[in-house]
């Protein structure tokens, strides 16, 4: 078992930044690739990002997000970040940290682990 707590949201207008993070506790941290979805009321979770457990921590973004927010990890905390800068409105949602014993993937049924989410606000 592993369990997630994300931290870090809160409201920020358009143009800010914020760093969320997700502690992980449990099994080891080392062995699992990470990933960031959202959602927003109404609308389906969605991939935002991922880091692998190895391989250089490779990543991968969605479209609507890359350029603009980094997702890193620190196998020493167990800990794994999403630093988003320039954020705009529709970046608003529930952020959930994801993790999973293989490699990196966009779907949400590829995540056998999940935290409880942090809300993140963009004002116009």
């Known amino acids: 078992q592993v369990q997630l707590v994300e931290s870090g949201g809160g409201l920020v207008q358009a143009g800010g930044s914020l760093r969320l993070s997700c502690a992980a506790s449990?099994?080891?941290?080392?062995?699992?690739?990470m990933g960031w979805f959202r959602q927003a009321p109404e609308k389906m979770r969605e991939f935002v990002a991922g880091?692998?457990?190895?391989?250089?921590?490779?990543?991968t973004y969605a479209d609507s997000v890359r350029g603009r927010f980094t997702i890193s990890r620190d196998n020493a905390k167990n800990t794994v970040y999403l630093q988003m800068n320039s954020l705009k409105p529709e970046d608003t949602a529930v952020y959930y940290c994801?993790?999973?014993?293989?490699?990196?993937?966009?779907?949400?049924?590829?995540?056998?682990?999940w935290g409880q989410g942090t809300q993140v606000t963009v004002s116009s």
């Open positions: 994801a993790a999973r014993t293989s490699l990196i993937a966009i779907s949400v049924s590829d995540y056998e682990y």
């Open positions: 449990g099994r080891t941290f080392s062995g699992y690739a």
């Open positions: 880091v692998s457990w190895n391989f250089g921590f490779s990543t």
